[in-house]
């Protein structure tokens, strides 16, 4: 039962740092139906831009919680100022391209920022410090569940939450939803779609890089790569959700780390990658616009 | 002398508007202008190249050739030639669709406020944020989103799901969001499409009362004659992209032109 339940934890874990960037996906896909491929390195500058902001604040020898708070908000805009970036420059231009063009351009500047990282870092796997000190009244069950866990869980909670809301009930949100729907009306009715746009890229990193500060405390290392692997697991989460659908990006991203988590657990951990694809080839045979997603319907 | 006439006197004042799209036509040379706290009919047999107009106007189209102008929001003059279409709502003028456009899975009240967007300051860093003032703000706009919902007579449901409404209110809804806008000009095109004759009426008191209520000025589209001769002071007739005629709701009914106009249609039909 205590194996169960640690895997049960372990899996939310995943899940949940999959839903900060699956979210990212999905509402960038939502918005301008373009796959953003980028999406994951955004999250791996996000996590060299903490280690970077720990280093340098170590050495000045500031506490560890005061080292977090600003390495985390260094990280959130930093990488919130890269993805803005990124959408004017590679994806703006190509607005009314043919569909695969700004996808073509996004495989681009993912594989510049790989490589932008790699020489201007290195290849190694460079050590993460651990900023968020473990908590005391977690130390009976930090075996299955540790401090950096928790913390990656409660984040994912507050953010949910605080994203729900902002989209709901907040002006920007509704101008998120009314150019989600029906980009060429929000327009017309004088939303500056240009404007949602950026505001989207600029949340969808915000969380990405959250959840990069969140996992590399959590690993303890990070290296130019792990934007990759981390990038393909949250698209397939948001695929299996539904793309474009941000209740589906939590929910797909819940299921793959569950999935992994038990699968790994209980049949063998050499397989970790196969379980989480071939659940996504599953859906996508069986529901092709995924768990919540709409099927694609005339859109004029 | 009407070509002595200084332009700023006109709330939309459009000269020589054409559109081609490859080897059609589809407005040709059109002058039209529309003064303060005016009702101005454009009507035209169907493929006459109305909805055209306006979509060159909305900043839609880049029209192949002429001149768009128009008082705008803040009073001053300005060209709308190759503006975006929110650049022009910014400037004053808003607009209906033929085919009602509603964002059919936000409520009655959140349609209204998406209108609001374009005469809110907050920018991004306001909307992530939110300080106090673009809370102030957010409030105030829903607030006068609700109002503008009471004069239209939808307040009643104002939380349903917009594509939840009756056909009627659905068309007025589109006309709420638009006045959300705050615009100085109405362009309504065709805004009694598929409304029986009571709804009709209910829709030509309303477009008097914003008219007179709300210093709107109002450019329709219209097949429905009888709201066409009720409601506007002057009339424009289009036909195969060109201007046949144009003046009082009178001249119009006698116009030789314009009976062939339709007369046409009806072989046709
Ligand atoms: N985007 C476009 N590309 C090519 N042709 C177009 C386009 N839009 C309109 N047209 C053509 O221009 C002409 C005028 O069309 P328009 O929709 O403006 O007519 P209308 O006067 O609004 O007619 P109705 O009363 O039926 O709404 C038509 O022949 C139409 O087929
Ligand atoms: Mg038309």
């Not at chain 1, 050499?270 to 768990?291: H, K, N, Q, S, T």
Request: hydrophobic share 50%.
């Amino acid at each position: 039962m205590e194996y169960f339940l640690e895997l049960f934890l372990s899996g939310l874990t995943r899940g949940s740092i999959y839903a900060l960037i699956a979210l990212g996906y999905t509402m960038v896909y939502g918005i301008i139906q373009l796959i953003n491929f980028a999406h994951g390195e955004i999250y791996m500058i996000g996590a060299f831009t903490a280690l970077i902001a720990a280093s340098v604040l170590t050495i000045m020898g500031w506490p560890t919680i005061a080292i977090f708070i600003v390495a985390t908000i260094a990280a959130v805009v930093y990488s919130s100022a890269y993805g803005f970036t990124i959408e004017k420059i590679a994806y703006k231009p190509l607005r009314n391209a043919p569909r695969l063009s700004p996808l073509i351009s996004a495989i681009g500047m993912s594989l510049f920022l790989q490589n932008y990282v790699l020489l201007a870092q290195t290849s190694d796997f460079l050590p993460f410090p651990q900023l968020i000190p473990d908590f005391e009244f977690m130390e009976p069950i930090s075996h299955i569940f540790s401090t950096a866990e928790l913390a990656i869980v409660l984040t994912t909670v507050i953010v949910m939450l605080l994203l729900t809301y902002f989209i709901k009930f907040t002006n920007m949100g509704k101008a998120m939803r009314a150019t989600a729907q029906d980009k060429k009306m929000a327009l017309l009715i004088g939303i500056n779609v240009d404007m949602v746009i950026s505001v989207t890229f600029i949340i969808g990193s915000a969380l990405a890089a959250l959840g990069g500060v969140l996992i590399a405390n959590h690993i303890g290392q990070l290296n130019f790569y792990i934007g990759f692997i981390a990038g393909i697991k949250a698209f397939t989460a948001a695929v299996l959700g539904g793309i474009g659908s941000i209740p589906g990006a939590v929910l797909g991203a819940l299921i793959l780390g569950w999935t992994e988590s038990f699968a790994t657990g209980y049949i063998s951990s050499d397989y970790e990658d196969v379980f989480a694809f071939a659940l996504l080839v599953l859906i996508l045979i069986f529901r092709p616009a995924g768990l919540l997603g709409r099927s694609e319907t005339k859109k004029v | 002398m009407e070509g002595l006439v200084s332009s700023m006197e006109h709330i939309l004042d459009v000269k020589d508007l054409t559109m081609d799209f490859g080897g059609l036509r589809a407005v040709d040379s059109v002058d039209l202008y529309v003064d303060k706290k005016e009702i101005v009919a454009l009507i035209g047999p169907n493929g006459a190249g109305k909805t055209t107009f306006f979509n060159c106007i909305t900043g839609i189209y880049n029209p192949s050739k002429g001149d768009i102008k128009a008082i705008t929001h803040s009073g001053a003059a300005a060209r709308l030639n190759g503006l975006k279409p929110n650049r022009v709502t910014e400037r004053g003028l808003a607009r209906t669709f033929q085919n009602i456009r509603l964002f059919q899975n936000m409520t009655v009240l959140e349609n209204v406020m998406i209108g609001k967007h374009c005469r809110m300051k907050a920018k991004v860093l306001g909307a992530l944020l939110r300080d106090r003032r673009t809370r102030a703000e957010e409030l105030k706009a829903a607030n006068e989103s609700y109002e503008i919902l009471e004069k239209i007579g939808l307040a009643k449901f104002s939380d349903e799901i917009a594509s939840n409404l009756p056909y009627g209110a659905q068309r007025k809804l589109e006309i709420a969001r638009a006045m959300a806008t705050e615009p100085s000009l109405l362009l309504l095109d065709e805004p009694a499409a598929g409304m029986n004759p009571q709804e009709t009426r209910e829709l030509t008191d309303l477009i008097r009362q914003i008219r007179d209520n709300e210093d709107i000025s109002i450019l329709l589209i219209e097949h429905d004659m009888k709201l066409v001769m009720n409601l506007s002071e002057r009339i424009y007739v289009m036909d195969h992209g060109q201007k046949i005629a144009e003046g009082t709701p009178v001249d119009i009914r006698n116009n030789p032109e314009v009976i062939k106009a339709y007369l046409g249609e009806d072989i046709d039909a």
